[in-house]
């Protein structure tokens, strides 16, 4: 399974899960629910460009308030879910399947039970459930600036905080979004139906949503009672983790984290186990990474292990064995516990090239093989560009020539490649009109020139020149989404950081000022590659699905607003909760004051995304390079150890070898978790990771058809059950103030 938008938010991708669900393998006892599936899957198989021509008829308008207002629902659900979980450990995941799920059961039963009632009841069909994920695709993004560029401005020092600040930060989220929703709408005409074909832009992702919308909306009533049996399932799981998140703060050593290395110490004396334990190896039962393990299958989840052995199991003791890194005491209690050590200060003491904590030492290697790997990921995609590229070219001469009536002197070859352009079943009444989206891209770059230039002092030609990057490098993510299913974030996010660190190192810019430019520009890259993304994408769904683009445009829109204020929302709500998200000196506090009667983590939110921006901010506007000799050696090794090992897999494991894919180790998973200073998130997706693949192997069916809601419930659970946390947080009502420790080493976790 691949990692689309890996932007150190680690996007969990649903194509995997959902053509399990969708698509049965042929078989003499298959029932008729899977027959018919088997059905639809193998006429999108026969040509994935064609529009699907077995769906119901809708007369009604798609675009209803039911729609809209439980997509936006949806999107809020999963908005706030991957902000928690974004914060927690880079990991996010799309609305598509979620919406598309609950859109179904939710409408279908209104349609079914209260036919009569207005604006909730009349009849639904799949092109109002693509209205449902589309809503709920624009209101569930625009998380990921919200875990990595706006936390490292504000861990710099660059802002004051985000209560003081919510309407810069709203402002740019607005003028971010909407510029990458505005500037992708005419795109659709080119990757959706002149391209699609010659360069196989499937959009797995997306064609997954569209198959299993069609399923869903196809079926007989016997498999209408098994979609009811997913949703069950998936209230079950949501329910079941948004309760033990909630409950777990409260004796968070017995529910939540469990600690045998201190439990040996404490009941049998031994003293190395509290040498294990300072090295953060223990148990956490998140449903969220049990969940995100039972998707993205063992490859990912072994490799995330094999990263937190390297980083926090060998590397790690090995630097303080040699006096290369150093930890300090992580509690205050007494003789008893002088053997517990923390090694994760970020700390002024703990952060210099003479002095490092382990963290601090780990996380430069992490983060540049994570940033070498995106990019070589993304060179090796060249042939795509390079097709893309030629293809224009061959459609702007077609242009000119039929301008010029010149077009009788195209080749044979030329009209025979013209074929391969799908045909648009959406009448021209129904496209977005040229106007709107021009005049509101035109606003918007304005809006986007007076904010950065009032509200941030950021140069006027470093913002057109982000927003130029914006759009080149978007064009590079969109189709590595479409071929790969991958939305490169961090390679397109680090590369308008370099370029904007140079340009911002010949202008004279102050660091300060040259950090805020460098950030702020890659955030506006980084909302609006994920924005015209999630845009074509959604275009790609409703053209499988027949969609009005006028429809869906106006469902991306209502959803791209709501997140404007939404994100920033949820975003103020964990800074206030936690300040350790955006004060770095925060986390020594909540490791050592004995004031507080839970915590021997660094903090509950490690935001990694957060770190490597910041790091590569500092990198590229520092006179120096603050990074410890022995950890730049040993940063430039393994970027050329995961750039080798990305080569083999695109290079050399193709065809009889394609194979070998499945157990190649995945490098930008592996760096991460030398960035993220906590083991418990690998082991917590290797269990699920696990139990997916021995559910699957002794129970197919089930599996197909109860896998994904069950792990789409706990990841969504847990993430609502985050943000519940968070508000008794700020009430004085958290389990700091009314919880045990005990379990945890000095009664603290």
Known sequence: MSLPRVSLEVDVTEAEPFLQDSISVSDSNIDPEAKADDEGTDAFAEDPFKPFDDLPNEDRNPLTVRAVVLGLFCGTLVNASNIYLGLKSGWTASA?????????????????????????????????????????TAAGGMS?????????LYQ?????????DFWRITTLTAVGGFFGFFFATPLRQFFIIDVARELHLVFPSSSATAVMIRNLHTTTEGQSSTTQSKMKALTVAFGFAMTLRILSQYAIGVLWDWHPFTWLFILGKVKSAIVIESWGWFIEWTPAFIGSGMLVGLNIAVSYVAGSIAA?????????????????PALDRGPTWDGFVSYYSLDEGFASPSHPSPRYWLMWPGIL?????????????????????????????????????????????????????LEDTAPASEFVPAWLWFSGLICVCIAACIATSVQFSMPILETCLALLLTVFFSFLAIQSTGVAD??????????????????????????????????????????????????IGDFRVGFLLRTSPLKQWMAQGIGTLAAVFLSPLIFVLFSSAYPCIIDLSHQSTLQSSPSRSSSSAPCPFQAPSASAWRAVAIAVTAPTLPVPPSSRAFALFLAFVGAALVLVRQLLWTGRWAWLRTYHPNMMVFS?????????????????????????????????????????????????????????QVLGLGGDVWGTGAGCPGWRC
């Open 486 to 535: 991958i939305t490169p974030v961090t390679g397109v996010s680090s590369a308008s950081q370099i370029v904007l660190g140079g340009v911002t190192k010949s202008s004279g810019l102050s660091v300060p000022q040259s950090q805020i430019t460098n950030l702020l520009g890659g955030a506006f890259t980084n909302i609006g590659a994920s924005q015209a993304t999630d845009l």
């Open 312 to 328: 926090w199991g060998i590397i790690g003791p090995l630097l303080v064995s040699r006096g290369l890194a150093f930890g300090q």
């Open 672 to 728: 991460l978790a030398f960035v993220i200073p906590s083991t418990v998130y690998g082991t917590a997706m290797l269990i699920g990771a696990l139990v997916a693949a021995t559910w699957a192997r002794r129970s197919p069916r089930t599996f197909e058809t109860y896998g994904y809601a069950v792990s789409a419930g706990l990841m969504a659970g847990e993430g609502i059950g985050g943000v519940l946390s968070a508000v008794l």
């Open 156 to 164: 710099l020092g660059l802002l004051r905080t985000p209560v003081e």
């Open 96 to 136: 598509n399947i979620f919406a598309s799920i609950i859109g179904f059961t939710v409408l279908q039963t209104c349609a079914k039970h209260a036919s009569h009632f207005p604006i909730i009841g009349g009849d639904f069909g799949p092109r109002e459930n693509n209205i449902v994920q589309t809503c709920a």
């Open 144 to 152: 990921n600036v919200f875990v990595s560029a706006y936390p490292a």
């Open 369 to 421: 093989c994570m940033v070498v790997v995106a990019l070589i990921d993304l060179a090796c995609q060249w042939r795509v560009f390079y097709l893309s590229a030629w293809t224009t070219y061959k459609q702007l001469r077609r242009f000119l020539n039929r301008q010029s009536q010149h077009s009788q002197l195209q080749t044979a070859t030329s009209e025979e490649k013209l074929d391969l352009k």
